[in-house]
C-alpha cells in the first residue's frame, strides 16, 4: 500500500518538468506575453537592480490596494533576500490570487514532457488544439475522470458513494481525474465547472496553490502564515489525557 504524503521535492519537480521540453527561447517570449495577462504582477532582477516590483497587470487597476493584489509580495522579497547575491538575472510572473487559473490540457501537457525525457524540445507551431471538456481537458483519455470526451459541468454529477474506503495512494485521491468525485464535490471545481478552459500552451506562472489539473507552479511563500498560538501554562505531555488532536486550520 502506498501510504506516503507527497514529496515536496517531487511536487518540485513535477512542477517544473514540462518547460524544460520547451525552446529557452521560446519560453522567454512566452512569459514576456504572459506578465500582460490580467491581474498577474512581474518581479525582476538585472545587472542593476536587486529583485523588485517590475510591472502590474489588474482587471480593476483604479482598486488593487483594496482588492489586496499585491498580498504576497512582501514575503516573496523577504524569502529571496538572504540568497540575493547568487541570483542572476531572472523576471518571473506571479498570480495574486489563492486558487490556480491555467488549467492544463492533457495532450498540450504531455507533449512537453516527452520532449523533456527525449532531450528535446517542442515545436510549438505543432501543437495539438486545446480540447473544450472543461476541467476533463486536463484528464488522459480513459481516465475515470475522462471516460467519455464529454465536458466535465454543472450537468456532472459523480456516483453517490454507498460504502466507505480508505486510501491507497495518497496523490491518487487527491486527484480528479483519478478521484473524480472531487469534480462535484470540491469548491474549487464546483465554482468553475461551465466557465473553465484548457490553457492553449504553457505559460510560467507562479501561485500560491496548484493541483494535478494546473500549470501553475506553486512557490513557497510566508502569506497566511502566523505565529503558533501563545498558551499560558500549558500542560505537560505528559498530562495531555485526550489523544485527539485539533486542526488549526491557518498553518
Keep these: 500500500m502506498d501510504s506516503q504524503l507527497p514529496d515536496e521535492y517531487d511536487s ?8 524544460w ?11 514576456a506575453e504572459h ?13 542593476t537592480h536587486d529583485t523588485h516590483l517590475y ?3 489588474f482587471s480593476d ?23 540575493e547575491p547568487a541570483l542572476r538575472s531572472f523576471r518571473a510572473t506571479f498570480s495574486p490570487h489563492f486558487e490556480p487559473s491555467l488549467l492544463s490540457d492533457y495532450h498540450i501537457k504531455n507533449s512537453f514532457i ?16 486545446a480540447q473544450n471538456f472543461g476541467f476533463a481537458s486536463a484528464c488522459a483519455p480513459g481516465s475515470p475522470g475522462r471516460s467519455l470526451d464529454q465536458p466535465i459541468n454543472s450537468s456532472f454529477h459523480s456516483l453517490p458513494r454507498t460504502r466507505r474506503t480508505f486510501i491507497y495512494n495518497h496523490r491518487s485521491s487527491m486527484d480528479p481525474c483519478e478521484n473524480p468525485y472531487l469534480f462535484d464535490h470540491h469548491t474549487l471545481h464546483v465554482t468553475k465547472l461551465d466557465t473553465v478552459t484548457a490553457h492553449p ?6 501561485s500560491f ?43
Excluded: C
Excluded at 12 to 19: N, V
Excluded at 115 to 122: E, I, T
Design 201 to 206: 500552451t504553457l505559460a510560467p506562472q507562479f
Design 114 to 129: 516527452d520532449a523533456a525525457s527525449a532531450g528535446k524540445y517542442v515545436n510549438t507551431s505543432n501543437l495539438p488544439e
Design 55 to 57: 510591472s502590474t497587470s
Design 21 to 31: 521540453g520547451m525552446d529557452p527561447v521560446e519560453l522567454v517570449k512566452i512569459q
Design 35 to 47: 506578465q500582460t495577462r490580467m491581474d498577474t504582477y512581474t518581479i525582476l532582477k538585472n545587472e
Design 12 to 19: 518540485i519537480h513535477r512542477a517544473l518538468e514540462p518547460f
Design 209 to 251: 496553490s496548484s493541483t494535478p489539473l494546473y500549470l501553475d507552479i506553486p512557490l513557497p511563500s510566508f502569506f497566511g502564515w502566523v505565529a503558533d498560538d501563545t498558551i499560558e501554562d500549558p500542560l505537560e505531555w505528559e498530562s495531555k489525557k485526550n489523544e485527539r488532536l485539533r486542526w488549526r486550520g491557518n498553518n
Design 61 to 83: 487597476p483604479e482598486n488593487w490596494e483594496q482588492k489586496n493584489l499585491l498580498r504576497g509580495l512582501e514575503g516573496i522579497l523577504k524569502l529571496l533576500d538572504p540568497v
